[in-house]
Each structure stands twice: as C-alpha cells, then as structure tokens.
C-alpha cells in the first residue's frame, strides 16, 4: 500500500517574517505568464514558435519558461475564472491582478557557515568548486565542503550531519542529489532543518530551470541573496505503518519526499528512464527525446 501525504517545508529559509515578492504586481513578468498561462485547464497549451531575432532565424528557448509561479490564487477563487483569461489582453489582465497574490519570501540570515554538499560525479563531473569558493567568500559568506563519495552519500549527509553547526544547506549535483539532500532532511530523526538550495551541476537541473535559474551565476546569485520561500512536498510511504518505517538510508528505500508538481506517474517514469542515456549530450533536452520516443512507439515497444 502506498501513502501520500502533501506537507509544506522551507527549502531556503530561516529569518524574521515573510513579505511579500512582489509589492505591485504590476511588476510581475506578464509575459511568462502569457506564455505559461496558468491554471488553464482541460484545454490544449500550445506555444507557437517564437523568434528573438528580427530576421527569425534564431528560435526562443522552450526551457526559459519556469514551472514555479511567482504567483498564488487568492483564497476562494476558482480555476474556472482562467479558462477564458487572454494573457495578451490588458483588461483581462487587470482582471487577474484582483484574483492573484505574491508568494511570500524571507531572508536567510547566515549567521553560521553554509554546508555544501557536493557531488563529484554527477553529470559530465565538471569541477566548480574553485568557482562556488571565489563566488561566496566575494560575498562574505562562511562555507564547508561536505563531499560525496558513492551513491546514497548525499541523503547520508542531510540525515546525520550536525545541522547546529550550520546556517544553510546547498546540494551541488544533478536532481538526484537534491532530492536526495530534500529527502535526507525531511527524514532525520532529531527533526532539525535548515535553509535547503541548489546549484546545478548534472546533466539535467530540471529542479533549478522549474524555479526559474537557469545557470551556476543565477544560483549563486540566489543563494547569496538568500532568498527564501515554501514549497509543497510530497510524501510517498510504500508501508502501511508510517511509524515502522527504519531511520537512515533503511528507510530511503521506504519512503520518498519529492516536491509538489514532480511527482511521477507511470508514463512520466517511463519517460525519466528512457531519457537517462540521451541526458550527458543533450541535458534537459533529453526529455523531450524520450517524450518524441514515447509517442511515436507504443508501450510494447517503448524498451
């Protein structure tokens, strides 16, 4: 039997109250929003092919439009008000503006060093520690290497490191070592948490493109800010009895916390697997060749 539990955890935070991202959301970049449009639903999204040079030659990137909005519905408002919202629309986007908040962020205040966990062998094993070392102490910021050494050492690290000793959290790898860093936090026995970030370092990094960074420079820029919000989580327990599941990496094989929106169904599985051997040449890209694959075989043939 498996269990599904939807938790709310802070995956970069810790300081005094949370505010508002957007104090005017006027100031919001309207034109992701057309493109994303949000809470559309049962209807086909299709984004047309976009040029972003005068001669059309060169093509928009379809990865720079982030899953995580900077927006939430204001309670009480349905998703029926958007199905008809034309983002291009200036009344209709008036409209919106009385339907939507900003999410609310805060400061981490890094008081203690940051502990970066770092992953030597994901993706194509591109060495980026001098440059994460000159980055923050430019910044001021105290930090520690924590390295991995073989599969699973990252949940390690998050499960059993002295968190007292730190203000932060940052797993440096693929998707794999952020969740792993994600998981291994939310399941220590002491319940300690600090601040968790990313920095993309894997062949894929579809966890950072989703919150909108798209590079080392934007996730440095982000942690050194150290902006904080909350993010939905998802517990998956494959056991009846929450209680009997064992500590440390016994229990990794027993439950999962993946965040909201990443959660995977058996074709998403299916496609996640097939992208593996495309993803050290073509990177996030290599989900849409396993996606192409996907529809043009059937599921008999898909292996």
Known sequence: MTKVDHTEHEILASSDEYYPLFEDLRELNWDMLRRKQPWKLGKELRLEPEYIDDKKTKLRDFWDVPMTLPVIKKEGV?????????????????????TIESIKVRTVKFSKPIAIVY????????????????????????????????????????NTVDLTKFSAMIAVGGDGSMSEVFGGMLSRKDGLKVPVGY??????????????????????????????????????IAD??????PEGLEGFKKRRFCFLGMSSELLQVQMLEAAIPFKPLCGCRAYIIAMCKYLSCSTKKWK
């Open 240 to 245: 009846d009895d929450k209680a009997e599941i």
């Open 199 to 236: 920095i993309p370092n894997g062949s894929g990094g579809v966890t950072a493109i989703e919150a909108g960074v798209f590079n080392l420079e934007m996730a440095l820029d982000v942690i050194i800010k150290g902006m904080v919000t909350r993010q939905s989580a998802m517990e998956i």
């Open 78 to 98: 349905s998703n029926e008000f958007f199905q008809n919202i034309d983002w291009t629309n200036p009344k209709d986007t008036e409209e919106v503006l009385k």
């Open 119 to 158: 992953n030597p062998n994901s993706g194509k094993k591109t060495n980026i520690k001098q440059f994460i070392t000159t980055r923050l102490q430019k910044a001021g910021l105290q930090f520690e290497f924590l390295m991995t050494q073989k599969a699973f050492d990252s949940f390690l690290i998050a």
